[in-house]
Structure formats: C-alpha cells, structure tokens
C-alpha cells in the first residue's frame, strides 16, 4: 500500500483543533512511524505520522490509510494511551477524541473528577468551590 501523506487541508484542521483546544499555536511535526497494522502478522508499515508535545504529553495521529486515522498519546515508552478506537474516518474526530482523552486521564491523575463535591475531598476544608466568574 503507498504511503499517503498528511493535505494541507488536514494539517489546517489539526492546527485549528490544537488553536482552539489550548488558546496558542502549538508547532506541529510532520514525521513517518512504522505501525504494524496487520494484527498478528510482524509486517510494519509506514504512515504519516503527526506530532505535537503539550502539558508534558507526546501526541501522535498517525494516517493509516485513505481517509483513515488512529491517535494515542504518551508520557514515556512505556505509558503510552490510545483513545479505545482503532481507527476514525474523520481526522477532526480524531483529534478532539485524542485532545478529549488526554485531557480526561490528566484530570484523573490529579484526583479531578466530575461531579465531585467537598464530601469527596479528604480534607472538605481545602475545597472553595467552582469558580463563579
């Protein structure tokens, strides 16, 4: 199968996506990584491959096809997170469920979660409240 690169038009969503999740433009790289797509058979294959660091994560889409895309983020080799799809036919769908993902498993790091209320902090005196703007 060749190798399809990454559009203009595609690059344009993905900044636009990266603009508008975190306020400022956030560069972007355009690379190629070996997936292996296959299943069980050890065949990699070369995709287009976008890259882009914020908020200590590593993201990656990579384009594994026409039209077809996978993302995952990571903080090191061996904490890598995927968004629980294999693959999207949409690359804004991609990248929102990606950008969505990650910012879900940083707040679960931080023992964020939604719906929370002072009764579920150890300690109710350190919880202010939403802040009311």
């Not at 975190?22 to 050890?42: F, I, K, N, S, T």
């Not at 990656?60 to 890598?80: C, D, H, L, N």
């Not at 950008?99 to 940083?106: F, I």
Request: glycine share 10%; with cysteine; aromatic share 10%.
């Amino acid at each position: 199968m060749a190798k399809i690169d990454f559009t203009d038009n595609e690059l344009k969503l993905v900044n636009q996506s990266l603009l508008e999740r975190y306020g400022r433009v956030v560069p972007v790289q355009v690379a190629d990584a070996e997936l292996q797509l296959g299943g069980e058979d050890d065949e990699l294959t070369v995709c287009p491959t976008l890259y882009w660091e914020e908020r200590g994560a590593h993201f990656v889409v990579f384009k594994i096809g026409g039209g077809r895309y996978r993302g995952q983020f990571f903080y090191s080799e061996t904490t890598q997170y995927g968004t629980g799809r294999n693959s999207f036919d949409n690359l804004g769908d991609c990248v929102v469920t990606l950008l969505q993902v990650q910012s879900d498993h940083e707040r679960q790091m931080k023992g964020v979660q939604s719906g929370m209320t002072s009764k579920d902090f150890p300690n109710p005196d350190d919880y202010d409240g939403p802040l009311v703007i």
